[in-house]
């Protein structure tokens, strides 16, 4: 069976840390790059971590740093969740010890010819904000024809708090995200909704760290982790959804809706976020479940592929 092609675009972040974990893995993905992401922290900070994630998995992937900014706005970053680091408060590492580089080049350009590079569609699995992406689109509009599908985390279908949700990847970079969905690229959402059933209970975190030396390391990372929703239930691992759509689709139930980025003002607020329609004719597919039991079953038998 021939692999599937894929770009992950990421921002670690502890569930991005997961979710390439478990990528790395499937014996159905090529993955032909990591392209980090401004988002979580500073893209310094964010690059070094993506590097660091290859070098505790023991893995050799490219890795090209993404844009610092979003296209039009000042980064903001949520060190609550993450912590400073990205990898959560309790979580650091020897920086000058790093065994991986990045390669040369622009994103948007390396990622550009990756995808004509390739001998089929690729997939981009963005789980971080989509400056990177939307950089190349705008640069490189034929980019379309050589991708396969763009499955992201971010947003959410439903209307909570009495105001539309900002959720991290689109609120970071909005006029990012806009730009890719009006692109006309097949979309795939994977709403926030599902790292709230996905997530990694005070059990499941114990087996992490008694696993292996690798799952002792993620252990320590969901200590300092604090996903506002989950909170002290577990650690969510929403990017880890994106992953698995695309190795197990047939443990994740969908539906067609109309998706687009719209814009929340007020004298205290001035974000984006993404506004779902399901009675609209559709240019998405929504992930509305998923099967918890088989998602925790497969990362925790990617995990016992490490050390």
């Known amino acids: 069976m021939e692999k599937q092609n894929v ?4 921002d670690p972040g502890v569930d991005d840390a997961v979710a390439i974990m478990y990528a790395l893995t499937c014996d159905n993905l090529n993955i032909n790059l990591l392209s980090s992401a401004g988002g979580n922290s500073p893209i310094k900070n964010i690059t070094e971590n993506t590097l660091h994630i290859l070098d505790l998995l023991g893995k050799d992937v490219p890795v090209v740093q993404g844009a610092a900014t979003p296209l039009k706005r000042p980064p903001a970053y949520p060190t609550g969740a993450q912590g400073k680091s990205g990898l959560g408060s309790t979580y650091d590492y020897d920086r000058t010890k790093l065994k991986h580089k990045t390669i040369n080049g622009e994103s948007c350009d390396v990622i550009y010819k990756q995808l004509k590079k390739n001998n089929s569609p690729t997939s981009i699995v963005s ?12 640069k490189y509009p034929d980019c379309k024809k050589y991708i396969k599908e763009v499955i992201f985390e971010s947003g959410t279908k439903e209307k909570i708090y009495g105001k539309p949700y900002k959720s991290f990847n689109t609120g970071y970079d909005p006029e990012a995200t806009e730009t890719v969905f009006k692109s006309g690229v097949p979309l795939v959402m994977v709403p926030m909704e599902l790292g709230h059933i996905a997530y990694l209970d005070h059990d499941d975190i114990k087996r992490f760290k008694k696993t292996n030396k690798t799952g002792k390391a993620f252990a320590k990372m969901f200590k ?7 909170g002290d239930l577990g650690a969510a691992v929403h990017d880890t959804c994106a992953v698995y759509y695309l190795t197990h689709p047939e443990y994740i139930k969908t539906e067609k809706a109309f998706i687009d980025v719209k814009y929340y003002k007020t004298d205290v607020d001035d974000y984006g976020y993404i506004d779902i329609d399901f009675n609209k004719t559709p240019n998405a597919t929504v992930c509305i479940d998923l099967d918890i039991e088989m998602l925790k079953y497969d990362i925790f038998k990617a995990l016992e592929m490490y050390e």
């Open 224 to 230: 300092g982790y604090r996903d506002f929703h989950v």
């Open 127 to 138: 789980i971080g904000p989509m400056t990177n992406i939307a950089k190349m689109i705008l």
């Open 7 to 10: 770009i992950i675009d990421t």
